[in-house]
């Protein structure tokens, strides 16, 4: 069993940068594949960005990819999303989510945090 729990989301303007923290519980949490999604209002939830429990695999939506970066410290449980050049079309509440494998697939991660909103002003 793996509990997550998301931090750091927050207001800021257009062109600045956030980083989102993900405090995992459980011993087995480095074996596990971390992903972050987000949900804006009124849409699916969407894939941002995973990583495998080695750090060697990472897989980034094209949305994202050049202004974003996951990383992971399995020494300390927890997983983390920088993220620059922030843009409106950013704003949602971002989950962390914990799986077998990295995958953009949503429903292959079987762990999933209560989120963090991030709002991006123009």
């Known amino acids: 069993q793996v509990q997550l729990a998301e931090s750091g989301g927050g207001l800021v303007l257009a062109g600045a940068s956030l980083r989102l923290s993900c405090a995992a519980s459980?011993?087995?949490?480095?074996?596990?594949?971390v992903a972050w999604f987000r949900q804006a209002p009124g849409k699916e939830r969407e894939f941002v960005a995973t990583?495998?429990?080695?750090?060697?695999?990472?897989y980034y939506a094209d949305s994202v990819k050049g202004r974003f970066t996951i990383s992971r410290d399995n020494v300390k449980n927890m997983a983390y999303l920088q993220m620059n050049s922030l843009k409106p079309e950013d704003t949602a509440v971002y989950y962390c989510?914990?799986?077998?494998?990295?995958?953009?697939?949503?429903?292959?991660?079987?762990?999933w945090g209560q989120g963090t909103q991030v709002t991006v002003s123009s």
């Open positions: 989510a914990a799986g077998g494998t990295p995958t953009v697939l949503r429903g292959k991660y079987d762990y």
């Open positions: 459980g011993r087995t949490f480095y074996s596990y594949a």
């Open positions: 990583v495998s429990w080695t750090g060697g695999t990472i």
